[in-house]
T-cell receptor, first 112, second 114 residues
């Protein structure tokens, strides 16, 4: 039973436009959410996180929005750049698990 | 961010032999390390969690006698694939964290068993 879902396996966006990657979760006990970026044949790189007590966190071109009532979060990248093309993993952490649970990933392609 | 290294980055071994992969946290003390496996076009599959000085906790379906994990120090964990077979060929990735939540990943090891 997947607790962290990323329903779009892939997404294509034109360079300069906004990329919106979505993530849904089922467990209301998660209290921390993270986004990782992964290039082929490399390990994931931590991108940005958000605590469950917040609804927005921004870091440069990256903003994560959290809607707790909908159990939904999204990562916005603006403006998108070709170097952003990668697989993005949404992840959730709960103190009862004491580990991060990853979603299946969304492959983002930014077209020049 | 914190740096995690893995060695080797790529290894080819013959069926029946054992392979050891090292994971090191270079600039922080990793109280917990994780080992993942990634199949082609698939997500990260957590294999096991190890805390320094104690036995690893394996996820359901992962054979502990086949995938030996040792976390002997706060900066080093090793994964040994014993009696490797072609179906063990995969991309293995470790991650580490200190007492915070964020896990930092190594660059991965591509294992090919012939």
């Amino acid at each position: 039973d997947q607790q962290v879902k990323q329903n779009s396996p892939s997404l294509s966006v034109q360079e300069g436009r906004i990329s919106i990657l979505n993530c849904d979760y089922t467990n209301s006990m998660f209290d921390y959410f993270l986004w990782y970026k992964k290039y082929p044949a490399e390990g994931p790189t931590f991108l940005i996180s958000i605590s469950s007590i917040k609804d927005k966190n921004e870091d440069g071109r990256f903003t994560v929005f959290l809607n707790k009532s909908a159990k939904h979060l999204s990562l916005h990248i603006v403006p998108s750049q070709p170097g952003d093309s990668a697989v993005y993993f949404c992840a959730a952490y709960g103190t009862s698990y004491d580990k991060v649970i990853f979603g299946p990933g969304t492959s983002l392609s930014v077209i020049p | 961010g914190a740096v995690v290294s893995q060695h080797p980055s790529r290894v080819i071994c013959k069926s029946g032999t054992s392979v050891k992969i090292e994971c090191r946290s270079l600039d922080f003390q990793a109280t917990t390390m994780f080992w993942y496996r990634q199949f082609p076009k698939k997500s990260l599959m957590l294999m096991a969690t190890s805390n320094e000085g104690s036995k690893a906790t394996y996820e359901q379906g992962v054979e502990k006698d086949k995938f030996l994990i040792n976390h002997a120090s706060l900066t080093l964990s090793t994964l040994t694939v014993t009696s490797a077979h072609p179906e063990d060929s995969s991309f293995y990735i470790c991650s580490a964290r200190d007492r915070a939540i964020v896990q930092y990943f190594g660059p991965g090891t591509r294992l090919t068993v012939t």
